[in-house]
């Protein structure tokens, strides 16, 4: 690759960071309600996915210090939105899952975000617009193939 390749890629990579950073941010402003902070948010999307972990996971996964997700967890648990069950493998942790109601939540939050993103999309684009950003998705996808 030469220098002229080199460069335009490197754009390229920042451009896509900026533009996905301000599309997360603005998809989790959209999916949640005034209760709740971003990292609240975060955290409910990302049990939402299925996931279970203690609270040392769940601070890893979101790159945050233990005492923060602790903070974090008994907001959720505050609202009803998580419960707390002992680790069979470990018996001094406590696992973390959604509620019903944590689950209902996380759900209307996520379509609330489709939602928004198909309309936003159809409201600033035309079908070939669409059609590029639709390539584009095609390509970038390729990056988490390999």
Same mark, same amino acid.
């Not at 890629?9 to 996905?20: K, P, S, T």
């Not at 959209?30 to 709740?36: I, K, M, N, Y």
């Not at 939402?48 to 967890?73: D, F, H, N, W």
């Not at 928004?116 to 639709?134: N, Q, R």
């Given at each position: 690759?030469?220098?002229?390749?080199?460069?335009?890629?490197?754009?390229?990579?920042?451009?896509?960071?900026?533009?996905?950073?301000?599309?997360?941010?603005?998809?989790?402003?959209?999916?949640?309600?005034?209760?709740?902070?971003?990292?609240?948010?975060?955290?409910?999307?990302r049990l939402g996915k299925?996931?279970?972990?203690? #609270?040392?996971?769940?601070?890893? @996964?979101?790159?945050?210090?233990?005492?923060?997700? !602790?903070?974090? $967890? %008994?907001?959720?648990? +505050?609202?009803?939105?998580?419960?707390?069950?002992?680790?069979?493998?470990?018996?001094?942790?406590?696992?973390?899952?959604?509620?019903?109601?944590?689950?209902?939540?996380?759900?209307?939050?996520?379509? #609330?975000?489709?939602?928004?993103? @198909?309309?936003?999309?159809?409201?600033?684009?035309? !079908?070939?617009? $669409? %059609?590029?950003?639709? +390539?584009?998705?095609?390509?970038?996808?390729?990056?988490?193939?390999?």
């Amino acid at each position: 690759m030469d220098d002229v390749s080199q460069t335009n890629a490197a754009e390229v990579a920042r451009d896509l960071r900026v533009v996905f950073s301000r599309l997360r941010r603005r998809m989790q402003v959209v999916g949640s309600a005034d209760d709740l902070t971003p990292s609240q948010v975060a955290v409910l999307t990302r049990l939402g996915k299925g996931e279970i972990g203690s #609270a040392s996971t769940l601070a890893a @996964a979101e790159g945050v210090r233990p005492q923060s997700m !602790a903070a974090t $967890l %008994a907001a959720l648990d +505050q609202h009803g939105l998580i419960r707390r069950t002992p680790d069979p493998d470990d018996g001094r942790r406590q696992l973390v899952d959604l509620t019903e109601a944590g689950r209902e939540r996380a759900a209307g939050d996520r379509e #609330a975000r489709a939602e928004w993103l @198909a309309t936003s999309l159809e409201e600033a684009f035309d !079908a070939d617009e $669409l %059609a590029t950003i639709g +390539q584009a998705m095609h390509l970038l996808g390729r990056l988490t193939e390999q």
